[in-house]
């Protein structure tokens, strides 16, 4: 039922995203700036797409793992991936000593599982492998094309407002076709942040479903949950500094890596631990695994 849930929620979201797009154009009052945010950010995000894994990867600085330095992830995660029927991940390593996790690639044929030694450090086998289960879920619920979907829309919607904020508001004989002066300047002010916050919520809810379809691969999500109990202290008791070159990486990861922070519940890519716990041990308890 969650992911059910989880499903539907996402493409309403992804359709509020739409009609706040032509809601924004509509009130710009003109197409050019519309296709011309189109073209800029179907560019710039189909770039992000094609190379998430590349770029999330650098960020971390990972390198490459072999199996020989770490038979046991290998292990795990060819178990994981063979019980899913699907291809064996490429697996990296970041020296981050914050624990963390996270999967990129735009599909399982180009998928990328990175862990950081902190969370190698800290977590019992049966929760990493939880970790693990999470981050394939990613990957096999195309997620990161959803999130790209999501970015791009959200990068139109800013980019109209920019652009609109060079046009001129009044003058002209066509004055009384135009909006509000007021109503205009609040509008392109709001969209950005209604879209961000619409980007956010599609993200905290991709989270719940990889949850969900993590502990189905597992058949474990109590190990999860225990996981996530242990990376949400270690998050907050060494968090990452927020660099630009994080910030985008950062909703890729298992948990917030920048620790409780000052943003509101509103404002964060994931939902709040103690939820993902609860969900997990209700789904514990509700099937039997």
């Avoid at 493409?11 to 032509?22: K, M």
């Avoid at 998430?52 to 600085?61: C, E, I, Q």
């Amino acid at each position: 039922m969650h992911g059910y849930h989880n499903g539907l929620k996402t493409a309403v979201l992804l359709g509020a995203l739409s009609a706040l797009i032509l809601g924004v154009g509509q009130l710009v009052g003109g197409s050019r700036g519309l296709t011309i945010a189109f073209v800029i950010a179907l560019g710039v995000n189909a770039y992000s797409y094609f190379n998430s894994d590349k770029l999330a990867l650098r960020s971390m600085r990972a390198r490459p793992v072999s199996e020989v330095e770490a038979p046991w992830l290998y292990a795990m995660v060819r178990e994981l991936s063979t019980s899913a029927q699907q291809p064996m991940p490429r697996l990296y390593v970041s020296p981050t000593q914050a624990p963390n996790a996270f999967a990129t690639g735009r599909d399982p044929q180009h998928a990328a599982v990175c862990v950081t030694e902190g969370i190698v450090a800290m977590l019992e086998p049966r929760e990493l492998r939880g970790v693990i289960g999470h981050e394939l879920s990613h990957v096999y619920n195309r997620d990161i094309l959803i999130s790209s979907v999501a970015a791009a829309l959200a990068s139109i919607v800013m980019y109209v407002a920019q652009f609109a904020m060079f046009l001129p508001i009044g003058g002209g004989s066509d004055d009384e076709d135009r909006p509000n002066p007021l109503v205009l300047l609040l509008g392109l002010l709001l969209a950005p942040l209604a879209a961000s916050l619409i980007q956010l919520s599609i993200s905290r809810s991709r989270e719940y479903q990889a949850d969900a379809s993590g502990a189905a691969l597992t058949g474990d999500p109590l190990a999860l949950a225990s996981a996530l109990r242990k990376i949400d202290a270690g998050a907050r008791a060494l968090p990452l500094r927020p660099e630009p070159r994080l910030q985008t990486t950062s909703s890729l990861m298992i948990a917030n890596p920048f620790g409780a922070g000052g943003a509101g519940r509103l404002f964060s890519t994931h939902p709040p631990t103690a939820e993902r716990v609860a969900r997990l041990e209700e789904l514990a308890g509700r099937r039997p695994w």
